[in-house]
């Protein structure tokens, strides 16, 4: 089955502690991308990868890493995770630049 | 930089009601397309407009592309209960960029 699976699904995290979420697709998509959802705001892009070792920022960047070695993986690293990180964040991926979106099914993240 | 709004944020509507959302964006789209998030999933893609003045219908559901390529409509006629969720817009920059931005979402209830 086509899919886009991310882990986990529910993280609750400490200020400061390190963390990565995974996001992995089997659509063989070159296309890669991460979003935050927070209440009023919509889907906003962290991070997205265009190809393997290809990576550039969206529009909420700042305090976000991504890394992008295989076609398939593309995680979510957060350094030093902060109260304002507490979001829902989706991983998308897709197979070229009018192609939908896939979307997996979500992290919610709580920073205390 | 380029920008979508959506409204109205949220809609109530009495079963058997019509609801319409709409988009508009601050620059001109190559392309739109709409998603569907159900409460506690996540968005899963309904339809893309590329042509200026483009109509497309499913079903209950028809959709709109501006003549001018800069806004969106999506109508849904006689709303059931399945019809719950929050609706987004995505639009297609034409820049190059291959990037989309979401609108802010428009969440639907239905009363039975």
């Known amino acids: 089955e086509a899919q886009v699976t991310q882990n986990p699904r529910y993280l609750i995290t400490v200020t400061g502690k390190k963390l990565t979420v995974t996001c992995s697709q089997n659509m063989n998509h070159e296309y890669m991308s991460w979003y935050r959802q927070d209440p009023g705001l919509g889907l906003r892009q962290i991070y997205y990868?265009?190809?393997?070792?290809?990576?550039d920022k969206g529009d909420v960047p700042e305090g976000y890493k991504v890394s992008r070695k295989e076609k398939r993986n593309f995680p979510l690293i957060l350094e030093s995770p902060s109260p304002n990180q507490t979001s829902l964040y989706f991983c998308?991926?897709?197979?070229?630049?009018?192609?939908?979106?896939?979307f997996g099914n979500g992290t919610r993240l709580t920073v205390t | 930089g380029q920008q979508v709004m959506q409204i109205p944020q949220y809609q109530h509507v009495q079963e058997g009601e019509d609801f319409t959302t709409y988009c508009n964006s601050s620059t001109t789209l190559s392309n739109i397309q709409w998603y569907k998030q159900r409460p506690g999933g996540h968005p899963v893609f309904l339809i893309q407009l590329v042509k200026s003045g483009e109509v497309k219908k499913q079903k209950r559901l028809t959709f709109q592309f501006g003549e001018a390529k800069k806004n969106s409509s999506l109508h849904i006629t006689a709303t059931q209960t399945t019809d719950v969720g929050t609706y987004f817009c995505a639009g297609g920059a034409t820049s190059g960029t291959y990037k989309y931005i979401f609108g802010t979402g428009t969440r639907l209830k239905v009363l039975a």
């Open positions: 998308a991926s897709r197979d070229h630049y009018n192609s939908p979106l896939h």
């Open positions: 990868s265009m190809n393997v070792e290809v990576t």
